[in-house]
C-alpha cells in the first residue's frame, strides 16, 4: 500500500510563523492543477502496482481550490493509480473557507488548521479565521456528514498563559471531533514572527511553561479518551491518522507538487524543487521527463537506521528492536540497546514486549533522547 500526498502551494496570506513553502500568487491555480495531473500521469509506474490506501491533500491552503479543481486533482489521482475502495482521503482546509469545495469528491477525513481559539493569538499570528469562525467551521464540517475530523492546535505562543491554552483545550475538545493535532510553536527563520522576537516585540513561553502545556494537553486528551499514539497526535480510538502514519512507520509514499516529497518505502527518497514556476514549465515541456524538477538522495544503511528509529521512537508502538535486528544485523541491534541502556535506567526510555518506547514524561524532551540514539558516519 502507498499513500500519496499532493501539495496545493497557495494561501490567501502568509501566517506569521510559517516557513513552509507557499505563495499568495493565486493567478496560477489553473495551470497548476493541469501540472499536478501531468506529474501524476509521468510517474504512475512508481507505484509498482501498489494501491493508494490514502490521500492526503495539504498545503499551503487546499480549500483555497474550486471544488472542480479538487474534483480534478481527484479525477488525476483516480486516473492514474490504483485507488482503494476504503482509502483515507484527507483534505487540509482553512476554517475560514467554504465547507462546499469539499463537495462529492470522496473527501472522508477534514484537518482543519485552528492553531487557537484565542482571536488575539489568531491576529498575532496573522491567521485569518477567528475562533467563532473555527468553531463553526467544524459545526458545519459535520452537518456535511465528515466523521473524521482533526484539528490542529500551536501552544507556546507568544503571550499564551497555561490558563488561555487550558481554554483552548476546553473549546477543542467540546467540539467532538476524533483527532487532535497539536505542537510547541516553532520560531522558523526569516518569519516575521521571529524577526518580531529578535527586535523584542514578542517574547518565547519559558521552556518549563511549554513543558507544563503539553503535559496539561497530554492529560486532558487520556481524560477524553484519545489515543496519544504520536508525540504530537492524539485520536479517538480507530481514528489514528493512517497517513501520517506511513510517514512514522517508513511506508512508501509518493508526493506531488514544488516541494513534496517522496519515498520508496526502503532507500530511496526524492524532493521536487520548492520552485512553482520551475514546475509549471517543467510539466509544460513536451519532454518532461527529462526536465529537472526534483532531487533524489538514495539513503545509506546507516541514515536508514537513523530513520528507522527515529520514527519509531515517535509513536506509541515505539522501535521494533526485532525488527531492527533484521534489517541492519545483529550488531547494529546490540549497539541500540547500548546506546539506550542510560536512558534505560533514568527511566526516559522503557524496554517492553521487544519495542522500545519512550516513557510519557520523556516525549517532550525526545529530541536529546533520540540523538543518543543515533549512529554517526554516513
Ligand atoms: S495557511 Fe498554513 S501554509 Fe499558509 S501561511 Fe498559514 S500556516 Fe502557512
Known amino acids: 500500500m502507498v499513500g500519496i500526498y499532493v501539495h496545493i502551494p497557495f494561501c490567501k496570506s502568509r501566517c506569521a510563523y510559517c516557513d513552509f513553502y507557499s505563495t499568495t500568487r493565486e493567478v496560477e491555480k489553473e495551470a497548476y492543477v493541469r501540472a499536478l495531473c501531468r506529474e501524476m500521469e509521468t510517474r504512475r509506474g512508481e507505484a509498482n502496482g501498489e494501491t493508494v490506501g490514502t490521500i492526503y491533500i495539504g498545503g499551503g491552503t487546499p480549500s483555497v481550490l474550486s471544488a472542480s479543481q479538487l474534483e480534478r486533482i481527484e479525477c488525476g489521482i483516480r486516473e492514474h493509480y490504483d485507488v482503494e475502495e476504503d482509502v483515507e482521503f484527507t483534505v487540509e482546509m482553512n476554517p475560514d473557507d467554504s465547507v462546499h469545495v469539499l463537495a462529492d469528491i470522496g473527501v472522508n477525513r477534514v484537518s482543519l488548521g485552528i492553531q487557537t481559539f484565542d482571536d488575539g493569538l489568531l491576529a498575532l499570528i496573522r491567521r485569518r479565521h477567528n475562533a467563532a469562525r473555527a468553531v ?24 499564551q498563559t497555561l490558563q488561555t491554552w487550558e481554554y483552548d483545550l476546553d473549546v477543542a475538545f467540546g467540539l467532538h471531533v476524533q483527532h487532535l493535532s497539536a505542537y510547541a510553536l516553532s520560531y522558523e527563520d526569516g518569519t516575521p514572527l521571529t524577526r518580531w ?6 517574547q518565547e513561553v519559558p521552556e518549563e511553561v511549554q513543558v507544563q502545556m503539553y503535559e496539561r494537553l497530554c492529560e486532558r486528551a487520556r481524560a477524553e479518551g484519545f489515543e496519544h499514539y504520536e508525540i504530537s497526535n492524539f485520536a479517538r480510538p480507530g481514528f489514528h491518522s493512517r497517513h501520517n502514519s506511513i510517514y512514522w512507520m517508513g511506508g512508501p509514499y509518493m508526493g506531488f507538487g514544488p516541494g513534496a516529497h517522496s519515498y520508496d518505502g526502503c532507500f530511496l527518497r526524492r524532493a521536487n524543487h520548492q520552485d512553482l514556476t520551475g514546475y509549471l514549465e517543467a510539466m509544460n515541456h513536451h519532454n518532461v521527463k527529462d526536465q529537472k524538477w526534483f532531487t533524489e538522495e538514495t539513503l545509506s544503511v546507516i541514515e536508514q537506521f537513523n530513520e528507522a528509529v527515529m520514527c519509531g521512537l515517535r509513536t506509541c508502538s515505539g522501535v521494533d528492536v526485532e525488527h531492527i535486528g533484521e534489517r541492519f544485523g545483529q550488531v547494529r541491534q546490540a549497539d541500540l540497546i547500548r546506546m539506550a541502556a542510560p536512558h534505560l535506567e533514568a527511566g526516559r526510555l522503557v524496554l517492553q514486549d521487544g519495542h522500545l518506547r519512550l516513557t510519557s514524561h520523556a516525549l517532550m524532551t525526545s529530541d536529546d533522547v533520540m540523538s543518543d540514539l543515533m549512529m554517526l558516519g554516513n
Do not use: C, M
Not at 143 to 158: A, E, F, K, R
Open 136 to 159: 463553526a467551521a467544524v459545526k458545519e464540517l459535520q452537518d456535511t456528514g465528515i466523521s473524521n475530523i482533526s484539528i490542529d492546535l500551536i501552544y507556546g505562543l507568544p503571550g
Open 197 to 202: 522576537r529578535q527586535q523584542g516585540y514578542v
